[in-house]
Nanobody, 124 residues
Framework: QVQLVESGGGLVQAGGSLRLSCAAS????????MGWFRQAPGKEREFVAT????????YYADSVEGRFTISRDNAKNTLYLQMNSLKPEDTAVYYC?????????????????WGQGTQVTVSS
């Protein structure tokens, strides 16, 4: 498994932007499909975005399509999530996750390595 550490969360006003990072340990980061999920208080963890191991394919939840961008730098073992036009409903703990599944894994059970999460709070 790969170890993951998220950073970049914080408090931002509605309409603002944040960039989350996820640093991965080990030398095999480039073989993993990566994803971002989020979990708001009292709600289940939900899919946000996923990116193929090469970075050539991305897929987003409808709720963030056009506002968020997932990317990765395999040379730096780092995954990113650029979040623009943030809304109060984007408030959640954001998690990065890794899987060896190929395709568009969008469920929690398809991922087997998780970070500890970073809090994003969007004020109205």
């Amino acid at each position: 498994q790969v170890q993951l550490v998220e950073s970049g969360g914080g408090l931002v006003q509605a309409g603002g932007s944040l960039r989350l990072s996820c640093a991965a340990s080990g030398r095999t980061f480039s073989i993993y499909t990566m994803g971002w999920f989020r979990q708001a208080p009292g709600k289940e963890r939900e899919f946000v975005a996923t990116i193929a191991s090469s970075g050539g394919m991305t897929y987003y939840a409808d709720s963030v399509e056009g506002r968020f961008t997932i990317s990765r730098d395999n040379a730096k073992n780092t995954l990113y999530l650029q979040m623009n036009s943030l809304k109060p409903e984007d408030t959640a703990v954001y998690y990065c996750a890794a899987t060896k599944y190929i395709g568009q894994p969008i469920t929690v059970r398809e991922y087997d390595s998780w970070g500890q999460g970073t809090q994003v709070t969007v004020s109205s």
